[in-house]
Nanobody
Framework: QVQLVESGGGLVQAGGSLRLSCAASGRTSFSTYAMGWFRQAPGKEREFVAAISWSVGSRYYADSVKGRFTISRDNAKNTVYLQMNSLKPEDTAVYYC????WGDGTRRNEAAFDSWGQGTQVTVSS
């Protein structure tokens, strides 16, 4: 299993940008995992945001963030990123990084992801 720690959250005005990072550690090879970002807004269920394959060959996004968010990874640094641009108040949520040991980056359901970070708060003011 891999351990994940998110960082980079904070308070930003609508239209602004933030870059989240997720650092992975553990015995298994980070580069073999597909990685994903999820978020949970107050009073709502956790939802898929974006995913990336282990080889960086494929990226997938929720419709709500497509064109605004970009997921990337640096396997040499054991880190996955979420660049968030043109932020909206409805993007306010706790953002979680997650690792999918067996997937190819196409899976979006929470149950497919084996390891989770503790989350980082993103607040977008109007």
């Amino acid at each position: 299993q891999v351990q994940l720690v998110e960082s980079g959250g904070g308070l930003v005005q609508a239209g602004g940008s933030l870059r989240l990072s997720c650092a992975a550690s553990g015995r298994t090879s980070f580069s073999t995992y597909a990685m994903g970002w999820f978020r949970q807004a107050p009073g709502k269920e956790r939802e898929f945001v974006a995913a990336i394959s282990w080889s960086v060959g494929s990226r997938y996004y929720a419709d709500s963030v497509k064109g605004r968010f970009t997921i990337s990874r640096d396997n040499a640094k054991n880190t996955v990123y979420l660049q968030m641009n043109s932020l909206k108040p409805e993007d306010t949520a706790v953002y979680y990084c997650a690792a999918d040991r067996w997937g190819d980056g196409t899976r979006r359901n929470e149950a497919a992801f084996d390891s989770w970070g503790q989350g980082t708060q993103v607040t977008v003011s109007s």
